[in-house]
């Protein structure tokens, strides 16, 4: 509820306790309306220059929104902050990405607005610096990188003459090459009462709902592309929406199927292991925007009824798959890897986790394998509906094996593949909990 004008954020998490789960709140759930925009934004772009130019130009743009994204969502997984000024604050966050989105292509507006998205949550941090003492040490360095960004957005929108390629670098590098140097830094010579817990709960579920954004999107463009056509839908487009959507669920039941509990999470296991956790899904939430350009390439080509389909379109559809299993891979190697097979489990309890790695494992490669028999069997024409029925059937292979595994595991008193594990102890002294580093996305 709202509380006052202005009060002291509280801390969503707190160490050596068992913290209460925070659900998401209403305006960050806003904030994912916002997101389906920008998904719909840029997997437009992409639709429209399906080259090497056009994917360069679709990752680039997806770092830059989902950067800014993990920059709010990491803030709001560390502190509880319901008052009026927060609310301000958030307003000039949803006008950044409002912006950016309207603005079409990364020009001065596309810049400004991403300005604005810095200086709201500068705006945030710097409130909590003031209200919150003990998390001073902690935003200091937050507020640190926040200003590279803005100062490198300022300079390239102030200096006449300059383009804003050089900003869009330093905030890249920021994300991806300064945060991760400063998070291990900091986990390596910084006591744990001076960085801040962040709810791990919170931020799991976070990404969780990103996901789902991403994956609705699809769905989403497709029909609408339909009503703006003028033309009733053909059996075929219903046939290739059922498939879409089957495949589209199978992508989920992958993610959210293995979800561990708080204490096999990655990001209590090591700081690595949550840094990971936090870019890996870089690499899956665009893997999956990309499967839902495929969808759409797909659907628009049923509606002017061309039934042929080149190669891009294939590898679009099959290589974003294999992508997304291959990220969804590095989660499940996060979480459980190197401790779901014990000495003490049963010779056939050991047989069937190998064999629910070797399911795992095999995941990303088995649809570049359908993709590739597929162009070879049909060279110049690949029906959609032969096409995405190929895409669920390689996606329902694995996912009846693994349930299979599991189901027979459940009978051996197994309750999931890394069952006995009841808390994940770090290996080293340095080895600190992920819940005691900084910032990563």
């Known amino acids: 509820m709202l509380r006052s004008l202005r009060e002291p954020p509280t801390l969503s998490a707190a160490w050596n306790e068992d913290y209460e789960q925070k659900a998401a709140e209403w305006f960050e759930l806003f ?23 056009g994917l360069a130009h679709f990752v680039a743009l997806f770092c830059l929104y989902f950067s800014s994204w993990q920059l709010y969502t990491h803030y709001n997984s560390r502190f509880n902050e319901n008052s009026l000024l927060h609310y301000v604050l958030l307003f000039g966050l949803l006008c950044g990405f409002g912006g950016m989105v309207l603005s079409s292509e990364p020009g001065t507006i596309f810049a400004t607005g991403l300005l604005i998205t810095r200086l709201a949550i500068a705006g945030m941090n710097i409130n909590t610096f003031l209200l919150v ?18 100062v490198a957005l300022a300079l390239c929108l102030l200096l006449p003459g300059t383009t804003l390629i050089p900003a869009y670098v330093v905030l890249l590098a920021v994300a991806f090459v300064v945060r991760p140097i400063v998070t291990l830094t900091r986990s390596q010579t910084t006591d744990s009462v001076l960085r801040i817990a962040i709810n791990i709960d919170h931020y799991s579920d976070r990404n969780g709902c990103m996901v789902l954004v991403v994956l609705g ?20 487009f219903y046939s290739t929406m059922v498939l879409s ?18 204490s096999l999470h990655a990001m209590r296991r090591a700081v690595w292991a949550g840094l990971l956790f936090t870019y890996v899904h870089y690499v899956l939430l665009a893997a999956l925007l990309s499967f839902g350009v495929g969808v759409t390439v797909l659907a628009n080509n049923v509606k002017k009824d061309v039934p042929a389909h080149n190669g891009t379109d294939v590898w679009l559809i099959f290589g974003s798959i294999s992508t997304s299993m291959a990220a969804i891979l590095c989660l499940r190697v996060l979480h ?28 990303p490669v088995l ?9 070879v069997m049909f060279p110049k024409r690949v029906d959609s509906l032969v096409l995405l029925a190929i895409a669920f059937g390689s996606l329902s292979l694995q996912l009846f094996g693994e349930a299979t595994v599991v189901h027979y595991l459940s009978i051996h008193g197994q309750r999931h593949v890394c069952s ?10 340095h080895e600190q909990s992920f819940l005691a580093s900084d910032s990563a996305g």
Do not use: H
Not at 31 to 53: H, Q, T, Y
């Open 336 to 363: 459980f890897g190197g401790r779901s097979i014990k000495v003490t489990d049963p010779k056939i309890v050991k047989q069937l986790k190998m064999l629910w790695w070797a399911f795992t494992f095999s995941s």
């Open 133 to 150: 003492p003990a998390a001073r040490d902690y935003l200091t360095t937050e507020l640190s990188m926040i200003a590279v960004d803005v």
């Open 245 to 262: 959507l089957m495949v589209i669920f199978a992508l989920a039941i992958f993610y959210f199927g293995a979800q561990p509990p708080r």
């Open 367 to 375: 649809p570049l394998l359908c993709g590739g028999v597929m162009l």
């Open 217 to 236: 999107e699809a769905v989403l463009k497709s029909i609408l592309n339909l009503e703006q056509s003028g033309k009733g839908a053909t059996t075929q």
């Open 420 to 429: 006995g594990t009841d808390e994940c102890v770090p290996e080293t002294p």
């Open 31 to 53: 904030l994912d309306l916002m997101m389906v925009a920008v998904c719909s934004d840029i997997a437009r772009k992409l639709n429209e220059n399906l080259d090497g130019g």
